[in-house]
């Protein structure tokens, strides 16, 4: 008797980590070396664990061999609270915050808790796929709105608001956004906003790179910008702090939580039926968020990510219908790849061939939801000569490629 997979589970894509991924490792089974620029993992690319991070988890180490709180740890979700308190979000306290095993974890949580079947949520095209994957697994229906690419990948507030229906219960708002790079201004979170206010969405804001930020960008949480709103921000220590494999994270709840009471029993629920997140983990974020912001040497001019950033896009840009919008933040590039000049109807496809012939593993940007087979999604975060040296490649290879 053959074990299938839950049908629950047949409209669910993740791409990220997808079939592709089968064959890099085969490849590398074979004894060639890929350059893997799927996932955005800075410690495969040389960035260190800020040093303070690293000694206070190994300084804790002995006294988190138990469970937590459900939520997380006092001192981590102090931290948290008084961390958004400074950026302006006053009225919000430790039993507003629950931590996590990275986003990810939160996200999933945060979906179930909502969603029944048949509910709709607001997701960008492109977004990342986890919203999608978990709104779906949740027997929710993902409703993508469109950003904009002519606009700098702003998201098209008039297709947004005609995708609103009364089975719309939220909007999730991903901004600087992975993979497109946009990090939205004030008054495009404004106008989500008062599009949320008006239909009683609950707004899902997801700012992980809310400090990798170039060109002097800012960034705004709706959550400051909305305190009439129920918001729940989630941010962690994945990218910013570059300790990816410690999975934490956490989820800020803020606005009138008296009408979401139902709402936050069903995710404490939740998080006590994952027990807590992983304990010596929690005891990184006070040091994290407490300590001196070295993010912030790697994106300013001269820094490493900064410098990568605008190598990649000028490279890209530099491809033969091949055209890039340049990313204001995050660790990513979303190229566009003009059909008309390169003949791919399957983008699936055309990554595997870059694989098997280059040895260079990319995403499809279908793989973001995104609607046409011409984009994919390129890391930022290899060194410059490496960067150059791959976007070459794909130039190359794009240059005799053609699909049958
Ligand atoms: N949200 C976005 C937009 C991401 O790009 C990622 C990871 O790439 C995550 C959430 C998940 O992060 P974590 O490692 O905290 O689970």
């Known amino acids: 008797m053959e074990f299938r997979q839950s049908s629950k589970l047949s409209e669910v894509c993740y791409e990220i980590r997808g079939p592709v991924i089968e064959h890099a490792n085969a490849l590398e089974e074979a004894g060639h070396s ?46 948290v609270v008084q961390h958004y308190q400074r950026r302006g979000l006053e009225d919000i306290g430790v039993d507003d915050v629950f931590l996590g095993n990275g986003v990810s974890e939160l996200v999933s949580m945060a979906v179930q808790a909502l969603v ?22 949740a ?65 899902f804001s997801d700012e992980i790179y809310d400090k990798i930020l170039y060109d002097g960008a800012v960034h705004h949480s709706p959550a400051v910008l909305a305190p009439d709103l129920v918001c729940l921000t989630f941010s962690g220590l994945s990218k910013a702090y570059r300790v990816a494999g410690f999975r934490s994270g956490w989820v800020v709840v803020s606005g009138p939580r008296q009408h979401a009471r139902n709402y936050l029993e069903g ?35 001269g820094g490493r990510l900064h ?44 990554v595997l061939d870059l694989l098997l012939r280059e040895k260079i593993q990319v995403v499809q940007g279908t793989g973001f939801n995104w609607p046409r087979p011409d984009h994919f999604r390129i890391l930022t ?24």
């Open 34 to 79: 890929v350059l893997r620029l799927n996932t955005g993992n800075p410690a495969l690319f040389g960035f260190e664990a800020p040093e303070e991070i690293l000694q206070d988890m190994i300084r804790m180490l002995p006294q988190a061999h138990g469970y937590s709180d459900s939520r997380g740890i006092l001192p981590a979700r102090r931290a």
């Open 116 to 137: 029944e079947d048949g509910d709709e949520i607001l997701i960008p095209a492109p977004d990342f796929p986890l919203w999608t994957a978990v709104t779906t697994l």
């Open 139 to 203: 027997g929710g229906k993902a409703v993508h709105y469109v950003c904009d690419e002519s606009a700098d990948w702003y998201p098209d507030l008039d297709d947004m608001a005609s995708k609103i229906t009364d089975r719309t219960r939220a909007v999730v708002i991903i901004s600087p956004n992975n993979p497109t790079g946009a990090v939205y201004p004030r008054e495009i979170l404004e106008g989500i906003l008062d599009l949320a206010r008006r239909h009683h969405l609950m707004v």
């Open 267 to 301: 995710l404490t629920m939740l998080a006590s039926m994952r027990l807590c997140p992983n304990t010596p983990a929690q005891f990184a974020i006070q040091a994290a968020l407490g300590g001196r912001q070295s993010i912030e040497d790697l994106v300013l001019p």
């Open 307 to 350: 410098e990568q950033r605008d190598r990649a896009w000028e490279k890209l840009n530099e491809i033969p219908g091949v055209s890039c919008v340049k990313p204001k933040g995050a660790l990513y590039a979303f190229p566009r790849i003009d059909l008309g000049v390169h003949r791919i109807h399957d983008d699936e496809r055309f």
């Open 381 to 404: 975060l290899p060194h410059v000569d490496d960067l150059e040296s791959a976007i070459s490649r794909i130039g190359r290879f794009l240059g005799g490629y053609r699909q049958s």
